[in-house]
């Protein structure tokens, strides 16, 4: 059974930065995608971005120049590199991993203090 663990969520100042971490347990290869997605309160879950086989990136327009997504295949880890934070960030962050199948970690909360 594949699982996805997130780390490195928190609270942080404005301007500040925090490293997101993603990891798989369990048997998964030949992952596609892998994503970070985020939830604001009472908004829709959004992409952030998301990195393809093959090492193409995209990134919303709002965390463009200010966010990294990067992945590490030998260790079936994604990584979300988060700078020049802004209160308009604060949401639970979710990574999303697609093989033939949609995998979903459980989130992790980053909050951005004004």
């Known amino acids: 059974q594949v699982q996805l663990v997130e780390s490195g969520g928190g609270l942080v100042q404005t301007g500040g930065s925090l490293r997101l971490s993603c990891a798989a347990s369990?048997?998964?290869?030949?992952?596609?995608?892998m994503a970070w997605y985020r939830q604001a309160p009472g908004k829709q879950r959004e992409l952030v971005a998301a990195?393809?086989?093959?090492?193409?990136?995209n990134y919303a327009d709002s965390v463009k120049g200010r966010f990294t997504i990067s992945r590490d295949d030998a260790k079936n880890t994604v990584y979300l590199q988060m700078n020049s934070l802004k209160p308009e960030d604060t949401a639970v962050y979710y990574c999303?991993?697609?093989?033939?199948?949609?995998?979903w970690g459980q989130g992790t909360q980053v909050t951005v203090s004004s």
């Open positions: 999303n991993f697609f093989t033939y199948v949609n995998y």
């Open positions: 369990g048997r998964i290869s030949s992952i596609n995608i």
């Open positions: 990195v393809f086989s093959g090492d193409k990136k």
